[in-house]
């Protein structure tokens, strides 16, 4: 019963455990010598939105952010549950694309730490004093090696927590900001990187010939603060909002369809197998990708294990076995410099995650032992749509 | 705001609502003069299975329903509410069919009724005082006009209602029998006949030409005890259950992935438009359909108002818009006669709802007044499919 | 396993169940010769409110009921699921109490029988073609033998149903009228006319002298449409809404807390022994309760089990063992009679469930053979109480 | 809409918040110069029981803990999603107490500064290379300064997580353990040595004097870890499990019903003020007090809002106003030293909640400003109790 933590095991649950991910790069970034800053967790998102009153709408209106702040130019939102000033910030501007992945760190002096760690990377640091955004102080923001802007800040504004005020909450209600999900070519560099800067890898997607499709990493004590999928990017995958209950979520899909606004559900509702979570992803009116997430599980013991997931496993990312749409695995948000130009989307070079699970050449099973028995309904709209 | 009951009348949520159901039939069955029967509720459906073993790890191990008898040849079993013998009897068989669709009366005297119903109608018919299966008395079967094996009964032995038996009770736990579903070529016809039988419909999925696809019907005051779906037939489509809420439906999902059965999930889970229910669907070991459903509405005001759907409403079947599977659409069981030969399948020859909306000359729509702007992960795999 | 229906049957979860409930009556109401009217349902209550504006704030703002129609005199209101005008009238008036218990019947034929029943009876009746309030038409209202006001209709404006608009839904939404309960002194008496008006008797507390102290009874096939319970009478107990879910009722209850309203809660949330449906108990404004209630069980056939619970069983009431406040016991509405005056409220002379389960001399058990081990928690405040 | 950090500030839920807890003691337990170990989270507790069997089939047969391993002596049992070997060791004994409220640490030698710190503070300390307990390796137990045996280790055998072993899930499933609660006389001097060892305060229960009558700290980012409430003391109050949903926790109580076992209902369920949780106190065949938790909220940062509690506010225990029955403030479970002795209990001198709310000069208010419109069924059992 007891697990050899020095093996690597095949759990009763189809997937293996092991005391360290399988990331091996050979093109790796170096690690600084400056000590990464101590990253608390995942904090807000910034992102560029086309037509701030249509954005509003989906945010505040359907999906009940409470309002921080806002005016013609900006909104600041945040959850339930939060008590600094925001999760959640909306710019106006032309094009649709993500200005900022911000963690908080533990302490001033580790916005200092965060900037040293940076600039000995070679990578475009910005730091203000004021912050960027409203309620927030001292900050920096750089172009990281991968390509995304990142921000690190300590000070910040307070504001109510509303999780006792139930008269304001809604059956869909988001009570915490969970995680960022960021799309890049090279997972195993990518997750390298997050290592040197403090993250610790929870669960990843690789196949037997040491390819990895994607890696969730965490600095709170969750399945992640941030996951790196494999594609052209650097892009913005999704950023994800906790509720509490499952019904929560089916709330949400139960009312896009009564403003016949389903077109918004991308994918689900589901089971992740990766997490273990209940999931949901919508596309805002941008299509910028939101996930509602809830009841992952605890990972804050430092050896806690690590969940491999073989790609052809179908049910890794539902565990249900429900396909993948397509537009999940191709689509994502553009990200910006810090002068707010798009960055350059490089492609992916290794394989891709769809087309080896749904493509002509690719398969997947359902029982590891037995890949022949899945049923047309199972094997899915990708077979098909590989042939068109 | 009040609704002019002799107008059809498009509500807010989208479907129309009239006093009556738009089936027209040019091609009617006669109505007996014969009195018909007085149907309580659906009761049983009794199943042929091809590998008793395997049904049984199905319905008792993975669904949880509780055997009420069971030996080498049958399996008797009842959801947790039920104070009669089953509501599903699995038969070994040589091959996978339904062998009755199984109704309550509402006294000893409507089985007299049943019988003569039928037997003006020309129908075979048997009756037997000892029943055809354990557990029930004085019955009547018939093989009806549609082709379909209905059973009438009224005298039945009683079990413990396990309602309060918590103890016994599973995360997916089913406590009632909702209701059956039929396969028919065509729809119409099959729901005046049913209205001749005493059923009322209470919601329809049709079309601008007059096309009807699928109908509703019900005796207990719920959205129906069986429902009319166009396609090739005699065929049943599902056995439906109920559980009380929708976490039991995801739970049951939870489980077949932890067992590795999650091809048998089939579609959902998920929002139906028509019933406004909860839905899943699974396929068991033999490929019979059973839902799992939970939350429709009151019907039982005779004045109960009937819903009618545009079948290019992509909320129909979905009201999150999530598509349906082909394989929903046309696999469905065989039926057997009276002398458990299957019945011949006739073809369908009005239009066919996967094909009206996800076909090459098919649309589906969010919003009525705006059919374009569907994203693709919305249009679904079908179109896709559709080209191959 | 099968249960002899001709006999008394202990079950395996503590109570009895039987073909025919124990309600002997030696001062029977005359049983009229006239037909009874066909009852469908529970359909509305009208109260009378001393403060409008205060009762808008708890049954809109707080319960979130759907406004018909109102003005400075009168609200009327519906349930998410509701087709018809209303099931819930409130007016303002000098003293808080109850204006009518409305069932709706099957025909405007209906109500003419209810006319001549209870003429027959030599009630106290009043016709109105116009009806009595806004929304219904031909209706009948009478003093009922017990002292109650009853109202029958089948004429009623139809509203729009508001189930799909889950955009309108609030976590703890109401879906359906579920059933009213009366306090009258003298239940097996109330109880047989009852059955004479066409009602069936479900459940039932009672103990082995014979004296009944509560019973439930139904049209439609739920556990009822009216419960009589014990006590000092004519009085109304409470008019209970439905939800959905578990969490809907506690979401009402986390409401109330947020707006500093929990002594509003009176008793719960629990799990009622008899019904084993999940509820709550709310005092409005006026001190009028209003029960939460969801989730009992199906009692539509001829057949149907009647469930008899000892008084003595401490799980009868709630499933938990957690002991009913006093004021749910002593507490209750006034009701009007035709002239808008308050009936005059006759003690009960039978034993009070109060006494012999918590007073002195009383004792409940939660194990039928073995009453001495109950807790001091579980024995409830009142013994505690005295010894402080 | 900001809150003023250095302010001590009244929320519009009815509590303050503050940057520090107002936890004064002027008999303080001298700081060690030694440095706290890091601890990472609440781990297990060992329990000792009078009939191992009874406490397997409440722990495991009812509350469906799982058997990392059992022999005739003692039992080890974990939660689903726990990794480690165990968080609840049960031992046969002579009387019901508690041998060990452990702690994990976050390295090996953590342990050595556990031994350390304990060492300075004049403590029993005993260190064991091969652990107390099966599964779990290098440990130091002590009496702590408070009396109460405390555990600190790293080293720990890995089993399987079951978290997505559904299968093996019931309706009441316990994910994790969440939380410890301890009575101890004096809670201001507790909590300020509990800071000492790097615990930080979330939550507390004070009046206007000063008094302080619990509080709440943590490390792992949850309200907490273990909670000091004023009592006659060293004395276990609860351990507490977390489920996911709080429909689980209903179907606990459930459970307990259909077993006729309600009586191992202390309190509850019900919605915490403090913690915002949802909850349920049972008590196990010994009377030790378990609780069972879920959805309180994130506390991680370092500036974490303070919440502090007016002993008055009758919301602060239960959101829904609902009273705290007397055995919940005054039973509690004896503690072992470390040869497995009881410790000696000590009054407390303080004042207690219980009377300060509850007694003949005691008084609770649902709103701040209006104390006087609590109805009878809310002003509790005790005051009324007293009158019958």
Known sequence: MTIDKNKRTLTSSGFHVSQDAPVNTDNPIPTPEAEAPDVLRVAYMEIQVTDLAASREFYVDVLGLHVTHEDDQ????RSAEEFIHHNLVLKQGDIAAVGAFSYRVRSPEDVDKAEAFYKELGCRVERRKDGFVRGIGDSVRVEDPLGFPYEFFYDVDHVERLAWRYDLHIPGELVRL?????VTPDVPRAARYMQDLGFRITEEISDSDGTVYAAWMRRKPTVH???MTGGNGPRMHHVAFATHEKHNILAICDKLGALRRSDAIERGPGR?????AFYLYLRDPDGHRVEIYTQDYWTGDPDNPVVSWDVHDNQRRDWWGNPVVPSWYTEASLVLDLDGKPQEV???????EMEVTIGADGFSYTRADDDKDMPDWKKGEFKLGNQL
């Open 74 to 77: 900006e909104i600041y939102l």
């Open 178 to 182: 969970d995680h960022f999900n960021q």
């Open 225 to 227: 603060d941030t996951a």
């Open 272 to 276: 992740h197998g990766v997490s273990n």
């Open 346 to 352: 490089v492609e992916r070079t290794d394989e891709s």
